[in-house]
């Protein structure tokens, strides 16, 4: 039943690109930030990321009330990064991963499988500090195989986050700003209020 409700909503409201982000480690490439209608205060986003395999859309669902805690765990790993990419490059480091021990909370993700929306509930961010073979240091959120709550059949290789420094970070957070999906919601509540 949950499945199916999200499902709804996803179908119903996640139609408003609210912004965009890029991860320069895949290129040129944006994704998409999709926003649900806002209710009673509350929204969700839908985060798209980069797919592992053939999906080309997924991501994951980050409810309103989470999004100040998430973008607190993430402002918690830059100084972590910041060290260990000096660290590594003054000792010409490469080759190497070591998980972050900053502990996120659980969210929700969305695949598309065929064409049906799939979503698999409870997954957890673990990052890790990644450097590469040429000695590029990244912050890396590798979210493995997804599994569709309502038929185990539908599957996804599943997603990753790259961030190649904290200024790609902080641009992420700052497409989850919250304020302007408040205001766009009251700005489309007026409107509401102009056809009764």
């Known amino acids: 039943m949950l499945a199916i409700a999200t499902l709804i909503s996803f179908a119903t409201y996640a139609e408003d690109k609210i912004s965009d982000y890029s991860m320069s480690y ?7 930030i999709e926003v649900s209608a806002v209710k009673n205060g509350n929204f969700t986003f839908y985060i798209y990321s980069e797919p592992k395999g053939n999906t ?9 009330k989470k999004v100040e805690e998430f973008c607190n765990q993430l402002n918690a790993i830059k100084p972590k990064f910041e060290e260990w990419s000096k660290t590594a490059k003054d000792n010409s480091v490469t080759n190497y ?12 993700a969305f695949f598309l499988y065929g064409s049906k929306w799939c979503f698999t509930y409870g997954i957890r961010f673990k ?16 979210i493995h195989e997804l599994t569709a709550s309502s ?14 420094s ?10 989850l700003d919250t304020v302007r999906v408040l205001n766009k919601g009251e700005k489309d ?7 009764k």
Do not use: H, W
């Open 26 to 32: 895949f290129g040129e490439k944006t994704y998409d």
């Open 127 to 142: 990052p890790y500090f990644k450097v590469t073979k040429a000695g590029e240091c990244l912050v890396v959120f590798n």
């Open 56 to 64: 080309e859309k997924i991501g994951f669902i980050l409810k309103s």
């Open 97 to 108: 991963d070591k998980q972050f021990d900053t502990n996120f909370s659980s969210v929700d």
């Open 166 to 175: 904290s200024e790609e970070i902080d641009e992420f957070i700052k497409a």
């Open 151 to 164: 038929n185990r059949f539908m599957s996804s290789k599943g997603f990753m986050m790259v961030f190649k």
């Open 189 to 195: 509540q007026k409107k509401d209020e102009l056809f």
